[in-house]
């Protein structure tokens, strides 16, 4: 069975410092992975996938993430955050043929200071 | 072209009754995932369906729960006799292909009072 962490339940930073959120994975098999993005009360909204190919995935709103396999890690950085970057961030697996049959990481919440 | 619809973007209900979710998913989409979002927890996944069919239904809880998604119309996820426990957000996604992303909607906000 695939599993997703998230070590860090919140990450403070100031506007305009660089950011990273760490996410790890445990699968037995090849997976796909994501990072999603909640801002409060709303849906989630795909930041960006890794399938295959480069292991630097570059996404939307300036975020990137890197699939590390040995690490099984795919952490996700910005260079410099906004304040509109506040939200909820979520990293998700799929292994193999499962689609969208996602397991998430239990989020991280990023708090932008001004 | 709109995106995934959900209704009631939040419902009330009491112990015992029961609570019907709906999903519209974007146009041109046939598959349809619904995910329950526990307070302060991740998404889990519940149950995966492609019109008429259930595909896969390994996270959904083996009573009281249940989906549909019939030929026309919306995916109806359906609880029964609810209970303060199935208070959660639950957010249905849809894709056009097993293999495409998904695309999520708001959620609806369920409330077991």
């Known amino acids: 069975a695939q599993s997703v962490t998230q070590l860090d339940s919140q990450v403070p930073v100031f506007e305009e410092a660089p950011v990273e959120l760490r996410c790890n994975y445990s699968?037995?098999?090849?997976?796909?992975l994501f990072w999603y993005v909640q801002y409060p009360n709303q849906g989630l909204q795909l930041l960006l996938k890794?399938?295959?190919?480069?292991?630097l995935v570059k996404g939307i709103n300036g975020f990137e993430a890197e699939f590390n396999k040995s690490q099984t890690s795919f952490h996700l950085r910005k260079p410099s955050v906004h304040i509109s970057d506040t939200a909820e961030y979520f990293c998700?697996?799929?292994?193999?043929?499962?689609?969208?049959?996602?397991?998430f990481g239990g989020g991280t919440r990023l708090m932008v200071k001004p | 072209n709109a995106g995934v619809m959900q209704n009631p973007r939040h419902l009330v209900r009491r112990r015992g009754q029961e609570a019907r979710l709906r999903c519209s998913p974007m146009?041109?989409?046939?598959?349809v995932y619904w995910y329950r979002q526990l307070p302060e927890e991740g998404l889990k996944f519940m149950v995966y369906?492609?019109?008429?069919?259930?595909?896969?239904e390994s996270g959904m809880p083996k009573e009281r729960f249940s989906a549909e998604f019939p030929k026309e119309g919306p995916s109806i996820l359906r609880i029964q006799q609810v209970v303060r426990g199935d208070s959660a957000a639950y957010f249905c996604?849809?894709?056009?292909?097993?293999?495409?992303?998904?695309?999520f909607g708001q959620g609806t906000r369920l409330t077991v009072v």
């Open positions: 996604a849809s894709s056009p292909g097993r293999a495409s992303p998904a695309f």
């Open positions: 699968s037995s098999v090849s997976v796909y």
């Open positions: 890794y399938l295959s190919g480069s292991t």
């Open positions: 998700a697996v799929s292994e193999g043929n499962a689609g969208n049959m996602l397991t």
């Open positions: 146009k041109g989409h046939s598959h």
């Open positions: 369906l492609q019109k008429e069919n259930i595909i896969d």
